[in-house]
């Protein structure tokens, strides 16, 4: 399974991006997709995830009400699309796959097998 991210950039605060992560190989092994970032000298960070089914999502408080995943299942695609971005979503972010069946909640990063390479997100002040 390879998982290809993209769509970072640099926005003002207040301003929008949409990261994509295009899934190829087999994901039978997979329940969700998820969403995390990683800002200089933090440690790696929730910040949503979708069912593979597409029903039920999860996100940090932090980014609720402005950050919304979605997935095209016929381009085998899961979206972040960021609206209201603030300076503090400044980081690298990562999309993953989650095992199925994998400990913990969706949250968990240790649950999740696959891994994108990331893209830089930079919202300036």
């Known amino acids: 399974v390879q998982l290809q991210a993209s769509g970072g950039g640099l926005v003002p605060a207040g301003g929008s991006l949409r990261l994509s992560c295009a899934v190829s190989g087999r994901t039978e092994s997979s329940d969700a997709m998820g969403w995390f970032r990683q800002a200089p000298g933090k440690d790696r960070e929730f910040v949503a995830a979708?069912?593979?089914?597409?029903?039920?999502?999860y996100y940090r408080d932090a980014v609720k009400g402005r950050f919304t995943i979605y997935r095209d299942s016929a381009k085998n695609t899961t979206y972040l699309q960021m609206d209201s971005l603030k300076p503090e979503d400044t980081a690298v972010y990562y999309c993953?796959?989650?095992?199925?069946?994998?400990?913990?909640?969706?949250?968990?990063?240790?649950?999740?097998?696959?891994w994108g390479q990331g893209t830089q997100v930079t919202v300036s002040s």
């Open positions: 993953a796959a989650r095992k199925i069946f994998a400990d913990g909640d969706y949250a968990y990063a240790g649950g999740y097998e696959y």
């Open positions: 979708i069912t593979w089914s597409g029903g039920t999502t």
